[in-house]
Structure formats: C-alpha cells, structure tokens
C-alpha cells in the first residue's frame, strides 16, 4: 500500500493562494446547505432515536427501496434486497474486492484508470490487466488477447471517465456487455458521475444491458440476475462529506458483501443515511441535479476555452460530455511531474497522469478538475498553467 498521490496533494491545495485543478471535489458553494439545515432538523423530529442507532448491514429500508425504484426498469426487476447502502461508493469497490478476488486473481481495467480502484485492490495481490482506450472508452479489440491471462473481473466508469473524462459509446456497451458474458468475466460498473451529463444523449447503463440478455434466456424475470455489479454515489450529487453510496447486485453477491462490510464497519451512518433519504423526499436531488449540470457544463467550457487561449500548439485535449475531469496530453518529451513542480511555484496544481496508468504510460498527461473553481479562477488558473508549459517547452526547444 501507499498514500494516494491525490489526497497528498490536496494537502498542497488548501493553501488560500493556490488555484486547484487537482482534487476530484465538487464545487462546495453548490452544497444544499440551506435545505441540509431544515432536513437535519426533520430527521431529528420525526425519527431521531432511529437515525441515532445503530442499524441494519443493508441499510436503511427506505433508502433501500427508493434507489432500487430509481433504477427499476422492464426486464430489470431491482428491489430492496438487491441494494446495499456503503460509507461512500469507494466503500463498494472494496467490499467487491475484498469478497470476490484472491492473490494471483486478473482484473481487466481502461488504461488509465480510477486511481483510488487501483490502490483498493492492490493490496489483495491481484494483477491488473491495461485495456487500451479511447475517446469513445475502453478499446474491445484488444480483450480477447487478455482473456488468455484469464481474468476474472473487468472494472469499467462507462460515464464521464476518471481521469479522461471519455464516455463508452452505446455499441461498445453492448458489445462489451455481451463480451463478458460470453467469457465469463464478471463486470464491474462504477457510475458516479452519471447524473452530470452537460450534453448528449444519455446511455444504457451496463446494469440494464446485461439484465436485458440475462431475461431473454431464463423464464423467471422477477428477481435481478446477471453478470454485472453496479456502484452508485450520492457523493457527487449531494455532498460528499455524507459518505453515502450503495452497491446494486443479484441476492446471492450482496449476501457475501454483507458479510464482508459487517466485519468491516457493521452499517453506514444511520444519521447520514435518513439525511439523504430526507433530502430526496424533499426532492433537493431533483432540483440540485440541474443546478450542477449548468454550472459545471459553464466551468467545463471556460477550461476548454482556456485551453485554446493560453496552451501552445501540438497539445491534445478531450471534450467531456459531462463528469469533472478531462486529460491533457502534453509532448513526449515532458514530463507532467516536472511540470507540477514548476507550476506549483506558480500556485497552480493539477494530478500527473502517470498515476492513473498502467505500465509505465502517461507520463506526458495531466488530469484537470474543473467541478471546484470558479470559472475566473480557472481561467486565471489555466493562464498560469500555459505560460508553465510553455516555458518548459522552450527550455527543451520545442518552442
């Protein structure tokens, strides 16, 4: 194990002069306080002995039943015994590792990658298999190569990718849903960034494309069957600091995790768990959803913009669709750590995204957040970062 390259960083970052693109925060002023306030005092007043006691494994009930309602469509038949509520969805992806991997196990991941999936699962003695990808996501063509390594699992963000901020286009889905089955690798979907969609159509999740398959070779549809594992957040949504995500799975899977989280943390805050649940009858989720779509459709716009104005030529960049992050890939012959050092005496920081890739790649990428600045900020931000690049450019002689 090691520390999280990210969550040092975020050290560095609270300095009131430092301008951060680094942290995979949302924006804090967007918070729902006001309606937190008025939801924390409900909670309280109606059911307060409950929300302050201790509680099932599962999770709340209710909460329960209003996320599989959510997600509950023909030919996937979600209800409360499919779903298991987890201190943050990073919760989740630990639990999966912890009941479903053994040392000398294979897991299939996007190069790059999800950093904190990878130091979840790295300490369980698993090796991790790169699939190359692009801007429409993971790359199908180069699986059947890796299924002779037998892998077990295949962990995918199918939207708004972090870092690259890329999205699984639908026939990949399909293809890629129907892949795993085929092979018998389990799918692993991991979707908090879903609900931040700017523009275009949204997708089938994986979840829904698999149940699809799964009814149409068994007779009995009134239980959720299938090949597919399905990690959800309210992290990015609501706040984060509530620290509330929930796993979707077939009976016999959220048994086992169950178990596993029982050993770890016994249940998720009862108290954050009512709060959410308060927060969606009030219906804040709905309102706050749109709220966070615009603004950081705008902040989105203003780094892209930004990015034409102040980077040189011959610098490469991704149009996310929606999520918090896009990728910058800089010359080969630099080296974002390099750069973060110097842009760091400039009080501007970003992720180097080498810590996201497999096998020695991305050295010459940054991962940019643009959820948590103000849109002057970034553009400010972004100013001090180009003028770095291109002085580290010039000092090689490429500028």
């Keep these: 194990m090691k520390r999280s390259a990210v969550r040092e960083l975020l050290k560095l970052t609270e300095r009131p002069d430092m301008i951060s693109f680094a942290g995979g925060l949302p924006a804090p002023e967007l918070f729902p306080l006001e309606e937190i306030r008025v939801a924390v005092a409900s909670v309280l007043a109606t059911r307060g002995n409950r929300a302050l006691q201790y509680g099932e494994t599962e999770g709340v009930p209710e909460l329960r039943d209003w996320i599989a309602a959510r997600f509950r469509q023909p030919g996937l038949p979600i209800t409360r015994s499919n779903v298991m509520i987890v201190t943050g969805a990073q919760q989740g992806l630990d639990l999966i590792g912890r009941v479903l991997l053994d040392p000398g196990d294979r897991v299939i991941v996007e190069n790059p990658t999800y950093l904190a999936l990878l130091s979840a699962w790295r300490p369980l003695g698993i090796e991790f298999l790169a699939a190359p990808s692009d801007s429409q996501g993971i790359q ?31 026939s990949r889905r399909e293809a890629l849903v129907e892949w795993a089955r085929r092979n018998n690798v389990g799918l692993i979907e991991d979707d908090p960034y879903g609900e931040l969609r700017f523009e275009g159509t949204p997708a089938p999740s994986l979840m829904s494309l698999d149940a699809r398959l799964t009814s149409s070779n068994r007779q009995d549809d009134r239980s959720l069957q299938g090949n597919v594992a399905y990690c959800g957040t309210f992290s990015k949504v609501l706040a984060p600091g509530l620290r509330v995500g929930w796993i979707i799975a077939p009976e016999e899977l959220l048994e086992k ?18 709060l959410c649940y308060q927060l969606l009858l009030d219906g804040v989720l709905e309102r706050q959803i749109p709220r966070l779509q615009k603004a950081y459709g705008e902040r989105r716009d203003t780094m892209l913009a930004a990015l034409t104005r102040y980077f040189p030529e011959g610098i490469r960049w991704n149009r996310p669709e929606g999520g918090m992050f896009l990728l910058v890939t800089l010359p080969e012959s630099l080296d974002a750590k390099d750069v973060l050092q110097e842009a760091i005496r400039h009080n501007v920081a970003f992720v180097p995204g080498e810590e996201f890739h497999l096998n020695g790649q991305g050295k010459n990428t940054l991962r940019l957040n643009f959820s948590n600045a103000s849109p002057a900020r970034i553009e400010e931000g972004m100013k001090r970062l180009g003028e770095v690049v291109r002085q580290q450019l010039s000092a090689k002689g490429i500028v």
């Design 257 to 274: 995790l169950v178990q596993a989280k029982q050993a770890i943390d016994l249940h998720t805050s009862s108290l954050s768990q009512h």
């Design 140 to 170: 199908l063509e180069g699986l059947d190569a890796l299924l002779l390594q037998a892998p077990k699992l295949l962990y995918t963000i199918p939207n708004f990718q972090n870092p690259g901020g890329t999205s699984l286009n639908c």
